[in-house]
T-cell receptor, first 115, second 114 residues
Framework: GNSVTQMEGPVTLSEEAFLTINCTYT??????LFWYVQYPGEGLQLLLK?????DKGSNKGFEATYRKETTSFHLEKGSVQVSDSAVYFC??????????????FGQGTELSVKP | DSGVTQTPKHLITATGQRVTLRCSPR?????VYWYQQSLDQGLQFLIQ???????AKGNILERFSAQQFPDLHSELNLSSLELGDSALYFC?????????????FGNGTRLTVT
């Protein structure tokens, strides 16, 4: 079936460290891939997306590349800040035969950045 | 602020009861999605509506039902509640029904079943 697997958290880093959160997926067809971020007490917000193989999504210093050959969409940031502390969700978007759509989310990875 | 409004923010009720969660989508968005977030199951897609019609269905229990009204707001009805239904319920909206359109999430309704 269709699924998303993320590295388990929590991930704890010092400020200005390099961040990688691994995400791999299983899907039929040609999904779009997303990273969403959830700050405490809030809903999810779109961080970045990629709609086809080799696309790179980027936003706020974060980036991820859609790798079809390895079915991966790893999230990276060169220098994290305390304000990046949140839960990060990888997701894949699938079309539905009745012309709807849905996102399937990974389990989320909590990131904690210490000053 | 995503522009998606969910009410109420918190709901505490007893087993066997029925509750209604309400969602107003972002202005201009025609699709509404419902998700359930719990510690053991993560974020589970429940159902999608587009312009008043059901478009996609996920792991939604038969005890749960939803609808989208002509003004595009949506309600999620949960009945015969069980302890395991305690979770954070999110509504999200998008401008169209395409699977690769970004979703805009509300802040959720936290349901506690005692």
């Amino acid at each position: 079936g269709n699924s998303v697997t993320q590295m388990e958290g929590p991930v704890t880093l010092s400020e200005e460290a390099f961040l990688t959160i691994n995400c791999t997926y299983t899907a039929t067809g040609y999904p779009s891939l997303f990273w969403y971020v959830q700050y405490p007490g809030e809903g999810l917000q779109l961080l970045l997306k990629a709609t086809k193989a080799d696309d790179k999504g980027s936003n706020k210093g974060f980036e991820a590349t859609y790798r079809k050959e390895t079915t991966s969409f790893h999230l990276e940031k060169g220098s994290v800040q305390v304000s990046d502390s949140a839960v990060y969700f990888c997701a894949l978007g699938l079309s539905e035969s009745n012309q709807g759509g849905k996102l399937i989310f990974g389990q989320g990875t909590e990131l904690s950045v210490k000053p | 602020d995503s522009g998606v409004t969910q009410t109420p923010k918190h709901l505490i009720t007893a087993t066997g009861q029925r509750v209604t969660l309400r969602c107003s989508p972002r202005s201009g968005d025609l699709s509404v999605y419902w998700y359930q977030q719990s510690l053991d199951q993560g974020l589970q897609f429940l159902i999608q509506y587009y312009n008043g019609e059901e478009r996609a269905k996920g792991n939604i229990l038969e005890r749960f039902s939803a609808q989208q009204f002509p003004d595009l707001h949506s309600e999620l009805n949960l009945s015969s509640l069980e302890l395991g239904d305690s979770a954070l319920y999110f509504c999200a909206s998008s401008v169209d029904r395409a699977y690769n359109s970004p979703l805009h999430f509300g802040n959720g309704t936290r349901l506690t079943v005692t």
